[in-house]
């Protein structure tokens, strides 16, 4: 605690005073970019990787970067979207995913998670991630971190279907005025990988121009996160 105190107050007699004209404008309201959404993980901070200010991103967290389906959950994530798409007009939607996730390392091992009940509860808007891999990779041929990197992909992909079923989301997207991107942040280097639709596999973000988005094949277990 002692460490977020001393931070505060650097942040209050530091940063924000030279920032003061960028809050005084805050204060007056929000036009974020982007709805980022992605993993509660203390690691990822999405205001970082992309080098972004306050008020560019309205950032939405949880184990797993998880949507539910509309309607298939009380959690905060419908309300969130909708206001994002709706009430502040975002373009764009993130998804990212990232290595070393330990909600996914629990999806795939929900044998693991008996002591954690409420986390093995929320992981099952997953289901499909872990059914997808079963069912569609030769996992004997595959080592344990090349397994969770496929999850982390596929979970990300899974999202975005999930994304498509909130009525505010499914508006955009008819009238061509919303994007959605499923990212992949690799921590140990620093890169994100980005989904093309046209490959049908995870790319380097920087490698990739945007298209719109199509039904995809499985991905090519080669591209490690």
Same mark, same amino acid.
């Given at each position: 605690m002692k460490k977020l105190i001393t931070g505060l107050h650097h942040f209050q007699s530091h940063v924000f005073q030279s920032q003061k004209e960028l809050f005084e404008r805050l204060a007056q309201g929000q036009t974020p970019d982007a709805l980022f959404i992605t993993c509660s993980d203390s690691r990822i901070n999405p205001n970082l990787i992309t080098n972004t200010q306050p008020g560019d991103l309205f950032i939405l967290r949880n184990a797993g970067n998880i949507i539910p389906p509309y309607g298939a959950a009380n959690g905060g994530e419908g309300g969130t979207i909708e206001f994002a798409v709706s009430a502040l007009g975002v373009k764009d939607i993130i998804i990212c995913g990232?290595?070393?996730? #330990?909600?996914?390392?629990?999806?795939?091992?929900?044998?693991?998670?008996?002591?954690?009940? *409420? $986390?093995?509860?929320?992981?099952?808007?997953?289901?499909?991630?872990?059914?997808?891999?079963?069912?569609?990779?030769?996992?004997?041929? &595959?080592?344990?971190?090349? *397994? &969770?990197?496929?999850?982390?992909?596929?979970? *990300? &992909? $899974?999202?975005? /279907?999930?994304?498509?079923?909130?009525?505010? *989301?499914?508006?955009?997207?008819?009238?061509?005025?919303?994007?959605?991107?499923?990212?992949?942040?690799?921590?140990?280097?620093?890169? $994100?990988?980005?989904?093309?639709?046209?490959? #049908?596999?995870?790319?380097?973000?920087? /490698?990739?121009?945007? $298209?719109?988005?199509?039904?995809?094949?499985? &991905?090519?277990?080669?591209?490690?996160?």
């Open positions: 990232h290595s070393a996730c #330990g909600a996914m390392k629990g999806l795939l091992n929900p044998e693991q998670l008996d002591e954690l009940p *409420v $986390v093995k509860a929320w992981l099952s808007h997953a289901d499909a991630t872990r059914r997808i891999v079963k069912e569609n990779y030769e996992l004997d041929k &595959l080592e344990d971190d090349e *397994v &969770l990197s496929i999850a982390i992909q596929e979970n *990300v &992909l $899974v999202q975005i /279907e999930n994304l498509k079923t909130h009525p505010s *989301v499914a508006a955009g997207l008819a009238r061509g005025q919303l994007n959605l991107h499923g990212w992949a942040y690799k921590i140990q280097t620093g890169e $994100v990988f980005t989904f093309n639709p046209k490959e #049908g596999q995870f790319l380097p973000l920087t /490698e990739v121009n945007y $298209v719109r988005e199509k039904r995809r094949p499985k &991905l090519n277990s080669g591209v490690s996160i």
